[in-house]
């Protein structure tokens, strides 16, 4: 049994407390600039001893690095160091201006349909089809200019990067400290840091008095490292190397002096800087199949277009009307509304994930999250709180048999006393100031009603603050009473070695259960007078009892974890953290698997192969840096992956630019993760990402719905062209339409538009979170949705030609003879026939509000948007028939109401159709496309 004294857990203890500290998160700033040799020792990683003249800054003596950069103790005088600064420029990082308006305009037009589309218009206003031609080029400049402004992003993820160390800097110059600009530091100044301040560059630490760093925005360390003037290893990660201070970090406490030896790129940011200029954006599936679905429908319209153009010319076809009907076959094939349905249905789901906390920064992305297959998540801030929290309480044994809580009681007052951090406020409107561990025993002491006003009547007398050296810090006040107390806090290997035997035996046997929890914990005791030095401890030291911490896990990410395995999307952690406690929270959030924890020294010693093999089976990945993180996202990718990378700080804006869909955290992550990401969560929260999955899947499954309900209106206006240019006779050198042009356009970009876009509003169908994630490699359109496709534009040609036919049989006209029909005549039967091609895809539409279930099946009421369409189509169909400057335009005239009656009719006959399709498909337990 672990621990023979109290073991009081916070809560048990302590009233039920929540116990919270908010870490402090670096905001952003950033200049930076050289280095005196020719290569960098502190950016990369994988820097080894002998590269370039020495070893890496690290590894080196101080007095070694002031040689090497020609400085000393009292730093540079001015002329040097403005020779330095003439030398290797300001001290800043490059900055990306990002594309151009007019690139990204371009980029709007690259599309092989966009392509198709223009070679239309361009062939009709050379053969005088004008109005065709303007409408035509009108879709163009439309799906451009939606394009266009959902795209453009003024700045890139460098250029937030680069604002992560504009602030001034205190400068040893001329032997005078002087605040001087950031941007004008050289290696071998030498700088003062406090407190509160902005690291502006890569220092090595030459003196400190209990200097601490946030590196969290950069390692991923989710408590502060103590800095400390001794060399550390050659091999050190990033995380690990105290004997530097990194640009864009914060000093969270102490003070001391630093050594510039890296400014600009050759940083530690730098580095990651050059890592996310070099990472391209990844092509999502989406662009790809949309890409894929428009070569594959323009190649097979130019050689239907190309055929007709042929048979025309063969049957007599006057030559310009013969490239007439071919152009009539293209816009009749050529799915005009197609961009403008994806872009719009995109967009729809863009304002749905708002609504649940997911901004979407770039439009495909809201599918690619449906179609991940591997979550690489940060740990700090994202699956846990980013900020420390005591989590349990132990005091030993009372000598006497005295109450616990007493006992409890003196060690969290301990924990007041010994503190350098500031708490002010209470609940939500709490307010922290300080290094989380100290702020977390405040807030511990807060939830446990010790009264902080009350210990301020004690007076302090002498701080000692925390040194990586000694390991503690002590504080001595002056109780009201008079009496001297020295309260100290510290590693508990330090104040063990002066307690009794069986204390200290009670204190490590307890530690040992936190050691399996990998929980920080910290020791805390006092000692009656002015006694701060440790050697003096020995027989007066009272160890009050251990505090154990840990940033612990969100609300809800457990669960969200296990909707994702739900879902066949795999979770691996990616953490700068130690191993131990980013394997504890692993196992605490379902994470870790049968592999053990993989280290970024054990990645940067594998090759590529070596590391494909590795990554499957892995969880947990700890101790990583920026280019590990890289790595670990494009081997994933080469084994078919598509991978969702969470994140919010600088070092991991190279991978989430990586990935197939990067996410940041939108309260805690930095600018330069936001900026380098497709989405940005607005709470910070990761059961929000498996809100984004079901979303981005429900999101991809009506756009497949739409493209399934649009198609089949090309195929079967190319079918009628078709039939008309080979079956109809030429009358008077003129051929027979039962669908102008112009008319062919009002359904592709009117009524098609108008009756697909609802279909983006279903609600997801039941079962979508437990199917594996879709194959890249898979079609847009299935096998399935093609077949359906085919038949369905075959019975809408079979309608619309019937329908003409019939109308100009009962106005006594033929297409038999030699003499054309009135024009009334025609106009009518192609009004009639294009308004059954507009019921039959109102009737169609209320078909596919599910591939391949009945209708009823999700209510026929469950999406109002479905009959605002279908109002808002037959309105305009009245105009389109009724309105006579929409009569001039499109060439139509009057239908009385058995006309109408007769349309609807015939475009009811889908629905038996596809009802006995999707009976046969369900008979068979065939219930997915």
Sequence with gaps: MPGAGTFAPVGASTRGMRVEAAMPHPAGSATIGVHVSSTSRTAPAEAEAGEGHAAPWHAIDVDDAFDDLQSGPGGLSGPDAADRAGHFGPNELPTDPGPSALSVLVRQLRSPLIYALMA??????????????????????????????????????????????????????????????????????????????RVVADLRVVEGHGVRADESALTGESVPVAK??????????????????????????????????????????????????????????????????????????????????????????????????????????????????????????????????????????????????????????????????????????????????????????????????????????????????????????????????????????TLLPFDADNRYMAAVHVEPDGEVVTHVKGAPEVLLAHVPSGVADQARAQMVTYAGEALRVLALGRVR??????????????????????????????????????????????????????????????????????????????????????????????????????????????????????????????????ADVGVAMGVSGTAAAKQAADVVLGDDDFTTIRAAIEEGRRVYDNLVKALAFALPTNVGEGLVVLVAIVAFPIIDGHPILPIEPVQILWINLVATVSLALPLAFEAKETGLMTQVPRDPARPLLSRFVLVR????????????????LVSLDRSGASLSGDVLPSGGAMARAQTLAVTALMFFQVFYLLMCRTLARPTSSIGWTSNRYVFV???????????????PVLQSLFGTTDLGPAQWALAAAAGAIVVPVVGAEKWWRGRGGRQSP
């Design 120 to 197: 239309s218009a361009a062939v009709a206003f050379a053969f005088g089809e004008v109005v065709n031609g303007a409408v035509v080029l009108a879709v163009v400049v439309l799906n451009a200019a939606i394009g266009f402004v959902q795209e453009f992003r003024a700045g890139r993820a460098i250029s937030a990067l680069a604002d992560m160390v504009a602030e001034p800097a205190t400068v040893l110059r001329g032997g005078a400290w002087a605040p001087v600009p950031a941007q004008l530091l050289v290696p071998g100044d030498v700088v003062a840091v406090s407190a509160g301040d």
């Design 228 to 461: 400390s003037v001794p060399s550390v290893d050659t091999g050190a990660v990033l995380a690990e190397r105290s004997s530097l201070l990194h640009a864009g970090t914060l000093v969270s406490a102490g003070s001391g002096r630093g050594l510039v030896v890296e400014t600009g790129s050759r940083t530690a940011l730098g580095h990651v800087s050059g890592l996310v200029s070099d990472t391209g954006r990844a092509v999502t599936p989406l662009t790809r199949s949309i890409a894929d679905l428009g070569t594959r429908v323009t190649k097979a319209i130019g050689g239907v277009t190309v055929v007709l153009l042929v048979v025309a010319l063969l049957r007599g076809y006057p030559i310009a009307d013969a490239a007439l009907a071919a152009i009539t076959l293209a816009v009749a094939a050529v799915p005009e509304g197609l961009p403008a349905i994806v872009t719009i249905a995109l967009a729809i789901g863009v304002q749905r994930m708002a609504g649940r906390h997911a901004i979407i920064r770039e439009l495909p992305a809201v599918e690619t999250l449906g179609a991940t297959s591997v979550v690489c998540t940060d740990k700090t801030g994202t699956l846990t709180r980013n900020e420390m929290t005591v989590r349990h309480l132990w005091v030993p044994d009372h000598p006497h048999g005295g109450p616990s809580r007493a006992a409890v009681r003196r060690l969290l007052v301990a924990g007041v006393l010994a503190n350098e951090a500031e708490l002010s406020g209470a609940g939500a409107d709490r307010r922290q100031v300080g290094d989380p561990t100290d702020v977390a025993l405040l807030v511990a002491a807060d939830d446990a009603d010790v009264s902080r006003p009350e210990l301020g009547r004690w007076a302090r007398t």
């Design 529 to 658: 007078g002015a006694v701060t030095d440790a050697s003096s401890w020995d027989g007066v030291l009272e160890l009050l009892g251990l505090v154990a911490m840990v940033d612990p896990p969100r609300l809800g990410v457990a669960d969200s974890i296990a909707a994702c395995h739900a879902a066949s999307v795999d979770v691996k952690m990616i953490t700068g953290d130690h191993p131990g406690t980013a394997t504890a929270i692993g196992r605490e959030l379902g994470i870790v698997g049968d592999a053990p924890a993989l280290t970024g020294a054990q990645i940067a010693a594998m090759d590529d192969a070596e590391l494909a093999e590795a990554v499957g089976p892995t969880a947990v990945f700890a101790r990583v840096d920026p280019e590990h993180k890289l790595r670990l996202v494009r081997a994933l990718q080469a084994d078919g992956a598509i991978v969702a990378m969470t994140g919010d700080g600088v070092n991991d804006a190279p991978a989430l630019r990586q």
């Design 789 to 804: 496709t085919v038949y369905v534009g075959v019975l809408m040609a079979v309608v619309a030609v019937g329908l003409f």
């Design 869 to 883: 369409g279908i109002g808002a189509v037959v309105v305009l169909q009245i105009g389109f028939v009724h309105l």
